[in-house]
Structure formats: structure tokens, C-alpha cells
């Protein structure tokens, strides 16, 4: 017996930060939006460090609650344990990344056109055509859905993307919340060529507690078990353990007929932090305005949707991922002693200052820029590069893409 196909405009995979807002930008329009999670509570498993900058409140109307602490200043280690401490007016958040999560379904949820299906995986999608309209069939785990468009918002390893064929490279991740004596306004980053693709964190969440954690492409029980006995932290304190996965990469496609990517299914991540939250937000302004451009000219082809979403991302946000996947591509091949150098001369030359000037966790353009210029820095890059010549030869390929 076939089982009834429903009927939405929109269907979007994913209940977390992503698909939630972008449901609530739209959620004042006509369209009938399904929302898919294969989880039954939004937010969980908790799997974000929650370190964002204050551009979040530019972007969204934060309640107070969310925001569980502010750090003041930013701790780099590196591996033999030399380090800098920089400040600025840059004071990141710590958040509740649960309640993020559920910040714009609690406002959206009994909307009439807006239907969340919770505990329900997404399985496939096929395109038929209907009366001349290309549409897509959708199959869940518990339904069949027709709809005009297809948003993907279900993670790094996105279902949605993978139909459309991208697949992401994944960082491993994991961390645990502990109670003890931590500087409140410090987080610490952790260096080290063992995990050379992100860093080892302290996040000072407040009322003593600390979230600790670490993300790698290989050996992360081995790598935690290394960094955690490094910090000499009492375990029996753990209050609890979490582990998650991280996109890592260059931003992909976003475009496809009928079809579009948001959030850690595009890849919309900072490999140099991990984060993503303002890249997302941002992406998924664009996103919103491109769906109701789709809608309003009857065209849901990649053209549009490339033309009043990808387009934008790519000239914005993209710009500033290219640049941090630039950074990470440098500090992947990092040694000890390559740390210890260029700690020497930030602590010996005015970049400390530039950086409490220019630096942005989010865009790093122009603190890159003041870095070249500086008569220790380039020379450090040019004999490091020159060490490493295929590392040239990977920048250029990205400059060009």
C-alpha cells in the first residue's frame, strides 16, 4: 500500500541553528515549509565548543540567557609551552548552544505553515516533473514529501549533500565540561603539529566551569588523553563528555536545481577555529532572500538559486573562509620550532598591537594584510614556504578556485 505523499513548498533538513533560522527568515512569507530533524530534541547531542563573537547580536535579537559568559582575553599555546596572551575590543560570547538551537524553533513552531517532523531521517529525493514544473519527491524515514525546494541543513555529514554529491572531509571531535579553579575571562587554544588541523580549547563557561576539548583528523582518544594529562585536570571533576564532527575544507557548491546547502553541510566553517555560527547566519540571510526570489519568478533552476544565493556567499563570506582555509593550510605544516618562532616575533614586534587593533575571529582579511607588511613576518612565511614548496603549489590552487 503506497503511502500518502504531502504536499509543502520548502522542505528543510535539519532543526539546529541553520534550519532553524533560516525557517524563521521565512516564516512571515506564504510558503508552506516542512522541517525534518532525525533527532527528537532539538539541540542535542551538544556538539559545539559555543565561542562566538559579539557580531551575533548584530545579526539576531539574543536573549541575555543564552549568553553564559564573556572572555576577555584569548590564550595561544604553543607545543613546548611558550605562550601570548592577546586582548581587544573583541570580547567573544560563550553560549548555550542548545538553547541557540532552540531559539527560533520555540518562535516558529506553532506557526501554521510551518510543520516539524522530530526523530525523522532523511532518505532520499528524486525529481519528477508535473504539469511541466520540475519538482522533488522526498523520502523520510516515516513519509513522503513533494515539494518546490530543498534546503540542506543537516550537518557535515549531510544526506542532502551527498545526493547532490558533495561529500565534506571531517575533523573528530570531542570535550568534556569540568568543574574546578579556571580564569574566567581567558580561553585557551592549544597548538600542536599532533593535531595540526585545529587546536586543543579551554572555554571558561562560568560558575566554574570549563568545556576542554579538541578536534583531529586521527588518534583524538590517543591526542585528548596527551593534551588533558598536559593540563593536569582532575578527571573524577568531569561532569560530562561529548563528541561531535566537524566539516573541514574549502566552502562547497551551494547550488543545484531545485536544491540548496546551508551552514555545515556547505562547509560554511572557519578551519582555523572550527566555527561557523556567523558564517551560517549570514548564508542564511541570502538563502532566504534567493528562496523567495525562486518562488516569486516560478524558477528554482541552479542559475537562480546560484545567482541570489551562491553568488553572494562566495563574494562574502567565502572570501573570508578562503583566507582562514589559507591560514590552516600554513599551520598544518607547523613544526615545534616553527611555533616557537613566530611566538618569538609577536612577542618581540608590534603585532600583539596590530592584532589587538585589527584582529576579527570571523573576517581576517585585513589583519592578514598588516601581518604581511611587517618586516619578521614576511620573511618568516617566504623561508617557510620555500622549506615546504608544495605548500605553494596547494595556495595557489586555492587562491584560483
Not at 562566495?314 to 607547523?334: A, D, M, N
Request: hydrophobic share 40%; charged share 25%.
Amino acid at each position: 500500500m503506497e503511502r500518502n505523499i504531502e504536499k509543502f513548498d520548502i522542505c528543510i533538513v535539519g532543526a539546529s541553528i541553520a534550519g532553524n533560522y533560516l525557517c524563521y527568515l521565512l516564516s512571515n512569507t506564504n510558503l508552506k515549509i516542512a522541517v525534518v530533524e532525525e533527532h527528537k530534541k532539538i539541540g542535542l547531542p551538544l556538539q559545539c565548543a559555543g565561542i562566538v563573537s559579539q557580531k551575533l547580536v548584530k545579526i539576531i535579537n539574543l536573549p541575555k540567557e543564552i549568553v553564559l559568559n564573556r572572555v576577555k582575553v584569548a590564550k595561544i599555546v604553543a607545543p613546548k609551552g611558550k605562550f601570548i596572551k592577546l586582548s581587544g575590543a573583541e570580547e567573544p560570547y560563550i553560549i548555550d548552544r542548545i538553547a541557540l538551537d532552540r531559539l527560533f524553533h520555540e518562535m516558529v513552531k506553532n506557526k501554521k505553515n510551518i510543520h516539524y517532523f522530530l526523530g525523522e531521517k532523511f532518505k532520499t529525493f528524486e525529481y519528477i516533473k508535473e504539469s511541466g514544473e520540475k519538482l522533488l519527491v522526498i523520502e523520510t524515514s516515516k513519509r513522503v514529501l513533494k515539494v518546490k525546494m530543498l534546503i540542506g541543513c543537516d550537518g557535515p555529514l549531510s544526506s542532502v549533500a551527498k545526493s547532490c554529491g558533495i561529500t565534506n572531509k571531517i575533523l573528530y571531535a570531542i570535550q568534556i565540561r569540568i568543574s574546578g579553579k579556571f580564569d574566567e575571562d581567558e580561553a585557551a587554544m592549544y597548538f600542536n603539529p599532533r593535531w595540526k588541523e585545529l587546536f586543543g580549547w579551554i572555554v571558561p563557561e562560568g560558575n566554574g566551569i570549563v568545556r576542554v576539548g579538541m578536534a583531529c583528523s586521527q588518534n583524538l582518544t590517543k591526542n585528548f588523553q596527551y593534551f588533558i594529562k598536559q593540563l593536569e585536570l582532575d578527571f573524577e571533576k568531569k561532569i560530562e563528555q561529548q563528541g561531535g564532527l566537524i566539516p573541514y575544507g574549502m566552502m562547497n557548491k551551494l547550488a543545484f536545481n531545485n536544491v540548496l546547502l546551508l551552514g555545515d553541510s556547505a562547509c560554511q566553517v572557519k578551519t582555523t577555529t572550527g566555527g561557523g555560527i556567523i558564517m551560517l547566519l549570514t548564508a542564511a540571510n541570502y538563502a532566504a532572500n534567493c528562496i523567495q526570489k525562486c518562488f516569486m519568478n516560478g524558477n528554482f533552476s541552479r542559475g537562480i538559486i546560484k545567482k541570489y544565493y551562491e553568488t553572494p556567499c562566495i563574494s562574502t563570506i567565502g572570501k573570508e573562509l578562503k583566507i582562514h582555509y589559507l591560514i590552516r593550510t600554513f599551520l598544518e605544516k607547523f613544526s615545534n620550532n616553527d611555533y616557537e618562532t613566530i611566538f618569538q616575533i609577536i612577542k618581540t614586534s608590534k603585532i600583539k598591537n596590530l592584532i589587538t587593533i585589527y584582529g576579527d575571529m570571523d573576517f581576517p582579511k585585513t589583519i592578514i594584510f598588516k601581518l604581511l607588511k611587517n618586516p619578521l613576518v614576511f620573511p618568516f612565511l617566504i623561508k617557510f614556504t620555500l622549506n615546504y614548496p608544495n605548500i605553494f603549489i596547494k595556495l595557489l590552487k586555492i587562491l584560483i578556485k
